[in-house]
Structure formats: structure tokens, C-alpha cells
């Protein structure tokens, strides 16, 4: 095992005692697992929480800050925050304005938010969720009913964040919200296997020479392993999968995400690829993020996302942002 990790039980709390040193504009409550912008709560303002097992950074601690989620609570690698952290978190970002919950559709996800909203509720804090599940690989797997949710989040966590800091009350703060996630879909590419610090070796059997496509972000099954194929070609067989499903009427968002271990240089260059699908099959491009913002630990490969967007979700996309990972217009 080669990991830069004292030993994998402290893996989470090393890592957010390190985005604690390097980013005080954040309050970290190690031992709590929470992530708080420093100037919560905003007077006047809708406040986001997210969360979700550790593991897919910068996904969601990077996204804390103006423009974007109020809070984040990141759970064990691959592990579901507990609702205790959630609570923590709507307590410490309410105020009086409400809370949009934004969940991730992975089973130990929705029940534990699920949860941690009824009892945010019996505290006096008035709770909003949006379910993310753009991902249109498989129908079920190992972690959830129904499609799972991947590269969307950014979306979601981005322009129902701007929304809010307009001063967008709770209910179409989270109508946003669930418009861009039903605008969304995502399709995700393994070349290599992932190495969970616990485990320290594959979680999977991926063989030289071959791909996963449809994986999930945790390395779970998706819809066929071929033999390994060029940039064009995974950007033909996964741009296009994501076109047939989305059939988008207008301009969208597109999303080229890394899943760890990509370099950007191939990031950029599969990014050209998706440029030229979409160009072939008529849809354009409002906007184009590429790097790597939802991962799977050291796995190799990448994913597309696409949200067709109109005049108003590009103006709240392009809205300032100042988070550790996304930051831009301030």
C-alpha cells in the first residue's frame, strides 16, 4: 500500500484538520465532523448542507463558502455522515431563513438526512431536501434504488447556492435545486480500480487492458467492461448516452470531472472530445468546468455531466463563487 495516510482510522480527521490549517475562512469541528463557513448564518439567507462519505474530495467540504453550501458533513470513506452531523450543521448555519438539504441518492444517504431532517424540525429549523440522481448508467446497484447521484451535485450545490445568496426564500431556493437536477445526467468511465485506506488493495478486479463503463463513484458495477478504447471513442460512447437520455432543447452546462488519479492534461483532451460530439449532435456548450471535483479516492478515469440550462440557471452559474475547490467573480 503506498498512501500518503498515517493509518486509515484517522484518515478523515487528518485530512480535516488539514483543510482547517489551510482555509480560515472555514470553522472545522474535527471531532464532530463538520464544516462550517466561518460567517454563519448569513442574516437573510437560505443556507445549504450537504454531506456524504469521504472520499470524493474536493465533493463536499470544498465546496463550502459564499456562493455554495453553508455547511458540509463528511462521513468515513464511502460511509454515510451520521444525522447527528447534519443536525449540527442546520443548527449551526440557520438563520431563520430555512435549510435546503442536498442528498446524494446512495441509500445510507437519504435515510440518514431523512432523519436528521425530522429531528432539525423538532428543533425549530425549517428543512427543505433535493435528492440527486442524474447518473444515468445503471437503474440500481450496490449502494442505492434508482439512479445514482455524481457529477449533478456540483450543479445543484452551485446555482441553488447563488439562488440563495440573492435571497431566494426556502421553497424555490429547493424548486432551482430539483429543476437543475432534472435538467442533469451523468455518465462515468473507470480505467483503473479504487484503493480504499481500510482495504489498501483493489476494491475491485478491473484487468490491464480493459474499462468499466458506467462505473459509479464507488467503484461500483455499471453497464459493461469492453477492452480499452481511445478518448474519441469513450467520448462517443458516453457523450452520446447522456444526449439520448437528457435530450436537451437548448444550450447546457457540461461538466468533465476527473475521478482522482486523471491527469488534467488527458482531462483536457477528453474534454475536446465531448466538445466534438456535442457539436455533432447540434447542442451547445453554455459553459464547460473540467477538473477533478467528484472522485473516487485514486481511481483512474473520468465522467460527463450535461445540464440543460436556460438564461437563468447560467446566470446563477456564473454568479461569484469563493469556496476552497470552485471559486471565481469575487
Not at 474535527?30 to 442574516?43: E, K, M, T
Not at 451535485?153 to 431566494?168: N, P, R, S
Not at 449532435?281 to 450535461?306: I, P
Amino acid at each position: 500500500m503506498r498512501m500518503l495516510i498515517n493509518v486509515p482510522e484517522t484518515v478523515v480527521a487528518d485530512a480535516l484538520r488539514g483543510i482547517a490549517a489551510a482555509h480560515p475562512e472555514l470553522t472545522v469541528d474535527v471531532d464532530n465532523r463538520v464544516v462550517v463557513r466561518r460567517d454563519a448564518p448569513v442574516a437573510g439567507k437560505v443556507a445549504l448542507v450537504s454531506g456524504g462519505g469521504s472520499g470524493h474530495e474536493p465533493l463536499h467540504a470544498g465546496f463550502v463558502g459564499p456562493g455554495m453550501l453553508s455547511a458540509a458533513c463528511p462521513g468515513e470513506v464511502f460511509t454515510s455522515p451520521v444525522p447527528d452531523q447534519m443536525v449540527r450543521a442546520a443548527a449551526a448555519v440557520d438563520s431563520g431563513e430555512g435549510v435546503l438539504f442536498v442528498v446524494k441518492n446512495y441509500t445510507g444517504d437519504v435515510l440518514n438526512f431523512e432523519m436528521a431532517a425530522e429531528l432539525a424540525e423538532e428543533e425549530g429549523v425549517r428543512i427543505a431536501q433535493v435528492l440527486v440522481d442524474d447518473d444515468i448508467a445503471v437503474t440500481d446497484s450496490l449502494y442505492t434504488a434508482g439512479r445514482r447521484g455524481t457529477g449533478a451535485t456540483l450543479f445543484v450545490e452551485k446555482i441553488a447556492g447563488a439562488a440563495a445568496d440573492e435571497g431566494a426564500p426556502l421553497d424555490r431556493v429547493a424548486a432551482i435545486a430539483r429543476r437543475v437536477n432534472e435538467s442533469s445526467r451523468s455518465f462515468g468511465v473507470a480505467l483503473s480500480s479504487v484503493t480504499t485506506p481500510a482495504k489498501g488493495s483493489p476494491t475491485f478486479d478491473l484487468p490491464a487492458g480493459e474499462l468499466e463503463l458506467g462505473v459509479g463513484i464507488h467503484g461500483e458495477p455499471g453497464r459493461e467492461r469492453r477492452a480499452m478504447m481511445t478518448s474519441r471513442e469513450i467520448a462517443d460512447f458516453a457523450v452520446n448516452a447522456v444526449l439520448d437520455d437528457l435530450r436537451p432543447q437548448g444550450p447546457v452546462l457540461a461538466l468533465v470531472n476527473g475521478m482522482g488519479s486523471t491527469p488534467l492534461l488527458e482531462l483536457y483532451g477528453f474534454s475536446a472530445e465531448v466538445q466534438r460530439v456535442l457539436g455533432e449532435r447540434g447542442v451547445v456548450a453554455a459553459r464547460t468546468l473540467v477538473g477533478n471535483y467528484v472522485t473516487s479516492l485514486d481511481m483512474a478515469g473520468c465522467s460527463v455531466t450535461l445540464c440543460q440550462v436556460d438564461e437563468e440557471l447560467v446566470r446563477l452559474w456564473d454568479a461569484p463563487v469563493e469556496t476552497p475547490a470552485l471559486r471565481w467573480g469575487r
